[in-house]
């Protein structure tokens, strides 16, 4: 079977879109209608007249498609495409957490599950985490979730002091300082950039931090220099597609990784065949609790707001 040719047909049959993540394999990322970072993505999954949503990402980005467009039909090919920085933070233990601070302003990270947004009081991505941050005043006291890293990052740039959770990614905790060292050492005139989920001393290499579309805009922006991508190995694929004399070198992971550059195996289990099926099958559906769909709306929609 020609795989594109019926994905294709299936999109205009079905009036589909296809979302996918710059971590998602390159064919997949191909075939979509757009490709983007989260902020990105929740933002198309906003605005959509599709009927169909076909979340080429994980659970938690086809979670949040279908909380801002809780009447469309959202598929995603592997129901088992998690995240481990979403699992580090289980609702039960984290609503204490938010109880034991009443004072606090509740600031998600959008990895996180529908339950989480819904204790919330903004959520944010990697692209306006900044300025989310900098739009709580001065004298509030924050708690930042789920992930430290992104946390830790945030106060260094800020100088707010923010309550963390802990928890992370295990892509971007993968990274070897001793294995990146060792590369620069070969690619002394290439620049480090990095995905601010990736630890302090990987972050503290780096020319530039930022989302997958920040790092994406900085390559374009610099393309005659030479780049160590400290990210998912993913998004070689479309920086190379659109800067392809930039010469790129994914940062290398630790010896105990399964790859020796980082991939993030929650991703890579969406396939071609699986987003077929879930086109044709318009199964497996994404459902959330409408009770929480009201509660995490809200804080997904003051990031929109304000991140026109
Ligand atoms: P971005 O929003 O930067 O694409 O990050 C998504 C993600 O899962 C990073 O690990
Ligand atoms: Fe989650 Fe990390 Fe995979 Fe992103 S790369 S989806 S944060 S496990």
């Known amino acids: 079977m020609d795989l594109v040719k019926e994905i294709n047909r299936l999109k205009k049959e079905k009036n589909a879109v296809i979302l996918a993540h710059y971590y998602q394999v390159g064919e997949i990322q191909d075939i979509a209608d757009y490709v983007g970072d989260s902020l990105g993505l929740s933002q198309k999954a906003a605005e959509t007249d599709a009927d ?109 002091d923010m309550l963390l959770w802990d928890g992370s990614c295990i892509v971007h905790e993968a990274f070897s300082m001793e294995k990146l060292i060792q590369l620069h050492k070969k690619y002394p005139d290439y620049k480090i950039i990095a995905h601010p989920e990736s630890e302090t001393h990987i972050l503290d290499t780096a020319t530039y931090i930022g989302s997958t579309s920040g790092m994406i805009n900085y390559v ?44 993030c195996h929650f991703m890579k289990m969406n396939t071609m065949q699986k987003l077929y099926d879930c086109m044709l099958n318009e199964s497996p559906q994404i459902e959330v609790d409408p009770a929480i769909i009201e509660r995490a709306l809200l804080p997904i929609e003051r990031m929109l707001e304000l991140s026109k």
Do not use: W
């Open 52 to 160: 169909m949503i076909v979340f080429a990402g994980v659970h938690f980005m086809a979670e949040t498609a279908k909380i801002l467009s809780p009447s469309k039909t959202v598929v995603l090919p592997d129901l088992n495409a998690g995240c481990s920085l979403a699992d580090s933070c289980p609702p039960e233990a984290f609503e204490k957490f938010t109880k034991a601070h009443p004072d606090h302003v509740v600031i998600t990270y959008v990895n996180c599950s529908a339950e989480i947004k819904a204790l919330s009081d903004i959520v944010c991505t990697s692209s306006n985490a900044l300025k989310i941050v900098e739009s709580i005043p001065k004298e509030t006291p924050i708690i930042f979730a789920p992930d430290k890293n992104l946390g830790r990052y945030i106060i260094n740039e800020t100088g707010r």
């Open 220 to 263: 374009k922006a610099h393309q005659d220099q030479k780049f160590i991508v400290a990210t998912e190995a993913g998004i070689l694929h479309k920086m190379q597609q659109e800067m392809p004399n930039t010469e790129l070198v994914p940062a290398p992971a630790k010896e105990d990784n399964t790859c020796a550059c980082s991939e």
